[in-house]
């Protein structure tokens, strides 16, 4: 990376992190990036923008890469579509203004990230990976939900946040059981990410 582009995701970091704007972990920024380059990734359906760090991230890693990144909050949008222009990759990453659950596509990807709201992963996966390549690839983070997952249950004092785990619990067990789909999971890597590819 040049060193200006350097200084540019250090600032979308740190608006990031002033605003508390949830991104990904470095190193799962870095699996995903190193990600996309080992398997030559072109078309990538992002669900969950934030203000663009991932998607800018893997565009700039992949000079090949083309990203279809939703994102559903207002002020988190505008602030990626200005992120977007700023390494102007608007040419190579569209971002879309709108609810996951209500955005329909047509085209094929060849990597779907889920990294929205947790609960829904698996609402996404089930509508998104119609749009998968047959030798695609569904990668989900945030698998250790911050290290709440291990946890037992009963440690967990706040009721929504309890059944926020369980979901992403349940989300595990409905990718370990899937009969189309392998999961490999990286229980290490970042917050825990899932790599799911057609059996
Ligand atoms: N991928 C981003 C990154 O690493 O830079 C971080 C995404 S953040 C963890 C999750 C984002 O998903 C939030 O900004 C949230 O507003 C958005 N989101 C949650 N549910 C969504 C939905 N149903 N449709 C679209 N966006 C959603």
Excluded: C, W
Excluded at 39 to 49: D, F, K, R, S
Excluded at 164 to 193: A, M, P, Q
């Amino acid at each position: 990376m040049v060193d200006n582009a350097y200084t540019m995701m250090k600032e979308l970091k740190e608006y990031a992190k002033e605003n508390n704007v949830p991104i990904m972990h470095e190193e799962g920024i870095d699996f995903l990036t190193t990600f996309v380059i080992k398997y030559q990734v072109e078309n990538v359906l992002e669900i969950g923008t934030a203000i663009g760090f991932s998607a800018i991230s893997m565009a700039l890693a992949n000079p090949k890469l083309k990203i279809t990144s939703i994102e559903r909050d207002e002020v988190r949008y505008l602030e990626a579509v200005k992120n977007v222009k700023k390494f102007n990759l608007e040419d190579r990453i569209t971002l879309l203004f709108k609810d996951a659950a209500d955005v329909k596509l047509d085209e094929e990807f060849d990597l779907i990230f889920i990294d929205a709201a947790k609960g829904q992963n698996k609402a996404f996966f089930e509508k998104f990976e119609k749009r998968l390549t047959q030798d695609g690839f569904i990668i989900t983070d945030n698998m250790k939900f911050h290290g709440y997952v291990d946890k037992d249950e009963s440690e967990i004092k706040n009721r929504n946040l309890r059944g926020l785990v369980r979901k992403i619990k349940d989300y595990r067990k409905f990718l370990e059981e899937h009969e189309d789909y392998k999961t490999k999971f990286y229980d290490t890597i970042g917050d825990g990410v899932a790599v799911s590819t057609k059996k």
